[in-house]
């Protein structure tokens, strides 16, 4: 941007495309309320399905769905505890949000 408000600047028709595939990807999937909410849920650790339904007064079936589409992107792993093996646990894949994290960062923070 020119110091001087009463220049405009000059405009640029050969700016290239930004890659916002994978952030964008990120994006979609974070914007749904339910799998959101269990991703904040997860923060405190691992739970099961009729947890996580309870929690955001869903059904059963439908987290299921959401959940399998965040361990489908890498953001939740599942797993049975050894006391209680009749039901799956999920727990959030720290690394996997951290770097969806950094995707979306590349989209909202400023240039440096």
Known sequence: MPAD???LPEIRLDLAPPDIETPLAAALLLADRN???ILAILRDGPHCV???AAALDERSNNVSNHLARLR???L???SRMALDTRRVYYERDEAA???ALA???TL???TR
């Open 72 to 74: 489908d992107a890498g």
């Open 76 to 78: 939740v792993r599942a």
């Open 97 to 99: 949000c951290t770097a």
């Open 35 to 37: 799998r959101a909410g």
């Open 103 to 105: 995707q979306l960062r």
């Open 50 to 52: 009729c947890e996580l």
């Open 5 to 7: 408000s009463s220049t």
């Open 108 to 110: 909202l923070e400023p």
